[in-house]
């Protein structure tokens, strides 16, 4: 397993944006070397997969609730990974996690269900009013 640290979260009007990241915290971890995936958790609702990356990033799945609005990126050295959600909405408040498939090194496949996952994130709060 690998610990995870996410952040960006904040307070933002309907309409505006949010970059949020995913940092790991060994220096020599990478995500392109694993399965990782966004998802987030609303009050009273179950946590909610959002997007879901396979190793060496080169497929990214989108759920339909965030498709054309958010993407998945990684920094060069892909040592911290990036949501960018665009065109926010009042129903994308919601604590939002990055999770990473540590068993499964290089696997060029996406996982979109929370239990495929073993390494998680505290999570960052968004909050959008409208």
């Known amino acids: 397993q690998v610990q995870l640290e996410e952040s960006g979260g904040g307070w933002v009007q309907a309409g505006g944006s949010l970059r949020l990241s995913c940092v790991a915290s060994?220096?020599?971890?990478?995500?392109?070397?694993?399965?990782m995936g966004w998802f987030r958790q609303a009050p009273g609702k179950e946590r909610e997969l959002l997007a879901a990356r396979t190793a060496s990033g080169g497929s990214t799945y989108y759920a339909n609730s965030v498709k054309g609005r958010a993407t998945v990126s990684g920094d060069r050295a892909e040592n911290t990974v990036h949501l960018q959600m665009n065109s926010l909405k009042p129903e994308d408040t919601a604590i939002y996690y990055c999770?990473?498939?540590?068993?499964?090194?290089?696997?060029?496949?996406?996982?979109?269900?929370?239990?495929?996952?073993?390494?998680w994130g505290r999570g960052t709060q968004a909050t959008v009013s409208s």
């Open positions: 999770a990473v498939k540590s068993s499964d090194y290089g696997r060029t496949a996406y996982y979109l269900r929370t239990t495929d996952y073993d390494s």
């Open positions: 060994e220096r020599t971890f990478s995500f392109k070397d694993y399965p």
